[in-house]
C-alpha cells in the first residue's frame, strides 16, 4: 500500500510539474492552497496552537497524495465508478475531498479558537 501511495505522490508531482493537467486544476490546488495556509496562520494568531509553514505544507501535500489514492481505491471497489479512469479524473476526485477537508479543518479550527466548550469542538 506504502508503495501505490508513493507511486501516486510521484506520478501527481510529475504530472503537475510537466503541465499536463488542465489548467482549471491548476487554479484550483493554488487557491485552495493559499486558504489553507492563510487560514493556518491566521489562526496560529489566536490560537495556542502554533504551526510552522512547514507543516502547513507538508499537511496539505500529504492530504493531496492520500485522497487521490483513495479515489483510486475507492474506484477499483465500486465497479464502473469511473468509465475510463485516468489520472486526470483520480486528480479531480482528490481535490474535491480535499477541498471537503480543508472546509472542515477550517471550521474546526475556528469552532476551537472561538469556543472554549470541548463538546461542541468534539462534534466538529
Known sequence: MLIEVLKVGVNFLIEFFSG???????IWFVVLFLIYFSLGLIINCFSTLK???????????IGIVVYISLAKF???IVED??????????????????TG?????TLY????????????????
Open 81 to 98: 465508478a469511473i468509465k475510463k479512469p485516468s489520472a486526470v479524473s483520480y486528480y479531480f476526485l482528490g481535490l474535491i475531498m480535499l
Open 20 to 26: 499536463y493537467l488542465p489548467f482549471l486544476y491548476y
Open 51 to 61: 504551526y510552522k509553514g512547514w507543516e502547513l505544507i507538508a499537511g496539505f501535500s
Open 101 to 105: 477537508s480543508v472546509i472542515v479543518e
Open 74 to 76: 475507492l474506484s477499483i
Open 109 to 124: 479550527r475556528w469552532v476551537r479558537v472561538k469556543s472554549k466548550r470541548s463538546l461542541v469542538s468534539f462534534w466538529i
